[in-house]
């Protein structure tokens, strides 16, 4: 019984191929949400870490 060496080919499938989703056409775009910012008070942060903590 022998068995096929197929690392070549799953070593192919592992490699990202640049701008994929570009190529295949059928309008699929990455998800990009925006990033969330506080802008709180550090010390009103502080209190709440320390409320949570318990200490």
């Known amino acids: 019984m022998t068995i096929h ?5 799953l ?9 994929s989703y570009q190529q295949d056409g059928n309008g699929f775009t990455p998800l990009d949400p925006p ?3 506080t802008a709180k ?5 502080a ?3 320390r409320h949570l903590t318990d200490k």
Request: charged content about 40%.
């Open 41 to 45: 008070d550090p010390e009103e942060l």
């Open 35 to 37: 990033k969330l910012v």
């Open 11 to 19: 070593n192919e499938l592992l490699k990202p191929k640049p701008n």
């Open 47 to 49: 209190m709440a870490v």
């Open 5 to 9: 060496d197929e690392s070549n080919e």
